[in-house]
T-cell receptor, first 113, second 115 residues
């Protein structure tokens, strides 16, 4: 099925470890996004990429890096995980028509101990 | 910057009743979109309904309808004939129609439908 695929779905890290969350979309969308969801705070934007080769900071970028590898893939990297990064992470993509084509992945639950 | 406020952290209602979830937002823009997303325990973000700011008519999707008051910057969601499957977190979200294409979310309302 067409859509946004995130891996892994669950992950437990120790403080200081690094990892990369993968995201891929097969809808030929230009824009891709990474959000984090925390209890009582809704979803907040970490980074986004308006097109292949460009990335920009969102509301909460500290402690993260991103790579727009190609048009399909947009990865999120935690270089040195901290307990404050325990969260649910969502990748999303958007096509040319906002109202029709904003699509979310199924999320990654990350726990940092 | 835009802000979205949901003032009801939790709500509950008996099955088959009607419930209204509140949302207010703040923006200086005139052309934008508003959304309600449903997030069941599966974590999936599901678009429930959308409203284009330039349309005066309130959007409806089966049992879901909105009351969009542009001047008051209010965007409430009404769920009629509520069903057990409506139990979920509901998020109100805003997106500009120009340039900045990032969704801004409210903090969510946890809705429980009681059998």
């Amino acid at each position: 099925n067409a859509g946004v695929t995130q891996t892994p779905k669950f992950q437990v890290l120790k403080t200081g470890q690094s990892m990369t969350l993968q995201c891929a979309q097969d809808m030929n969308h230009n824009s891709m996004y990474w959000y984090r969801q925390d209890p009582g705070m809704g979803l907040r934007l970490i980074y986004y990429s308006a097109s292949e080769g460009t990335t920009d900071k969102g509301e909460v970028p500290n402690g993260y890096n991103v790579s727009r590898l190609n048009k399909r893939e947009f990865s999120l990297r935690l270089e040195s995980a901290a307990p404050s990064q325990t969260s649910v992470y969502f990748c999303a993509s958007m096509g040319d028509r906002v109202v029709e084509r904003y699509t979310f992945g199924s999320g990654t639950r990350l726990t940092v101990v | 910057a835009q802000t979205v406020t949901q003032s009801q952290p939790e709500m509950s209602v008996q099955e088959a009743e009607t419930v209204t979830l509140s949302c207010t937002y703040d923006t200086s823009e005139n052309n934008y979109y508003l959304f309600w997303y449903k997030q069941p325990p599966s974590r999936q973000m599901i678009l429930v309904i959308r409203q284009e700011a330039y349309k005066q008519q309130n959007a409806t999707e089966n049992r879901f309808s909105v009351n969009f008051q542009k001047a008051a910057k209010s965007f409430s969601l009404k769920i009629s004939d509520s069903q057990l499957g409506d139990t979920a977190m509901y998020f109100c979200a805003f997106i500009s129609n120009f340039g900045n294409e990032k969704l801004t979310f409210g903090t969510g309302t946890r809705l429980t439908i009681i059998p």
